[in-house]
């Protein structure tokens, strides 16, 4: 069964260092979701593709989180500088197309700023 | 703008007792619902969803009914295994809102003891 892949799984950073996760959707899926799950919450979006263009970027904070899709396949979410607030899990998902469809997550990238 | 409610946690049974989790909804539109299941150190995965009143979502022994009147999409088992334990999350994703982002409650975490 076809799965949505994230890496690293891991990330230990100090804080003002620059951290970049990498997510690769399942094949053909032409829509891509960043969303960031905060210890003890639930996951809020940061950032929806489709293609390679952005659809929603409002809750992304730009001053230091950037995401791309260049080619409108795999995705990278970077954060420059990071912060100890942004210590959090980092959830990928996507959908086949633009329609109403079920999200499939990746594992997610849990990041520990210190 | 758009919110999901979830019975806070954790919640502890024993093994074979009933569960229902609480959820409630506030929606612009007419949003179609979901229950995500997150097990430990995994993203994650779509338990059932409804996408229209009086709906009934099933899996695995779980069940969930989207009532309008109410706004609920309560989950309920009828007896519960160890391998249960994990935490799950409400959501909604909502037409009105233009974007197909899912929007979480804030996790119930569920322990079920031998």
């Known amino acids: 069964e076809a799965e949505v892949a994230q890496s690293p799984r891991y990330k230990i950073t100090e804080k003002s260092q620059a951290v970049a996760f990498w997510c690769d959707p399942i094949?053909?899926?032409?829509?891509l979701y960043w969303y960031r799950q905060i210890l003890g919450q639930g996951p809020e979006l940061l950032v929806q593709?489709?293609?390679?263009?952005?659809?929603?970027d409002s809750q992304l904070p730009k001053d230091r989180f950037s995401a791309e899709r260049l080619k409108g396949v795999d995705s990278t979410l970077k954060i420059q500088p990071a912060e100890l607030g942004d210590s959090a899990m980092y959830l990928c998902?996507?959908?086949?197309?633009?329609?109403?469809?079920?999200?499939?997550f990746g594992p997610g990238t849990r990041l520990l700023v210190l | 703008g758009d919110s999901v409610t979830q019975m806070e946690g954790p919640v502890t049974l024993s093994e074979e007792a009933f569960l229902t989790i609480n959820c409630t909804y506030t929606?612009?539109?007419?949003?179609?619902l979901f229950w995500y299941v997150q097990y430990p150190g995994e993203g994650l995965q779509l338990l059932l969803k409804a996408t229209k009143a009086d709906d009934k979502g099933s899996n695995k022994g779980f069940e969930a009914t989207y009532r309008k009147e109410t706004t609920s999409f309560h989950l309920e088992k009828g007896s519960v295994q160890v391998s249960d334990s994990a935490v799950y999350f409400c959501?909604?994703?909502?037409?009105?809102?233009?974007?197909?982002?899912?929007?979480f409650g804030q996790g119930t975490r569920l322990t079920i003891n031998p």
């Open positions: 998902a996507s959908t086949r197309g633009r329609g109403w469809e079920t999200q499939y």
């Open positions: 593709f489709q293609d390679e263009s952005v659809v929603d």
């Open positions: 094949s053909g899926h032409a829509t």
């Open positions: 929606a612009t539109g007419y949003p179609s």
């Open positions: 959501a909604l994703s909502d037409p009105a809102q233009g974007a197909q982002k899912l929007v």
